[in-house]
Each structure stands twice: as structure tokens, then as C-alpha cells.
């Protein structure tokens, strides 16, 4: 079960770095001053990216407890 925590550990890990990845490049868009199009298409673009981040550590969220519960 070692492994399963290891590996939802990582999971997580890489979900959490992708969040970040979607503050930073919403905070440079913001910077940027885009006109309204353009902001939008580039948030719509870190809205699907920060889902799957979301996703990614919520999988590794499970596999971690999974693998305590069954360690």
C-alpha cells in the first residue's frame, strides 16, 4: 500500500503545481491588459486546465486515503 500512497502523493503533488500554473498565467493575462475577447479566450483556456488540476488531485487525494484505509 506503500506505493499507492507514493503515487496519490505525487498525484496530488502535480495537481497542486498545475493550480499554480493556472494563478500565474491568469495574474499574467490580467497584467497584460487584454481587451475583453481576448481575456476571455485566455481565462476559458485556464478554466479547463484548472479543472483538470482540480481533477488530478482529487484522484490523488483518494489513492492516498485509499491506501491508508487499506494499509
Known amino acids: ?6 503515487a496519490g502523493a505525487a498525484l496530488t503533488l502535480v495537481g497542486l ?4 500554473y493556472c494563478i500565474l498565467r491568469a495574474a ?3 497584467r497584460a491588459g487584454l481587451d475583453d475577447a481576448a ?5 476559458q483556456s485556464v478554466v ?3 479543472l483538470a488540476a482540480v481533477a488530478l488531485s482529487a484522484l490523488g487525494l483518494a489513492a492516498v486515503v485509499t491506501g ?3 494499509g
Open 48 to 50: 479547463v486546465i484548472n
Open 28 to 30: 499574467r493575462a490580467k
Open 1 to 6: 500500500m506503500q506505493v499507492l500512497i507514493w
Open 68 to 70: 491508508i484505509l487499506l
Open 17 to 20: 503545481i498545475g493550480l499554480v
Open 39 to 43: 481575456m476571455r479566450a485566455e481565462l
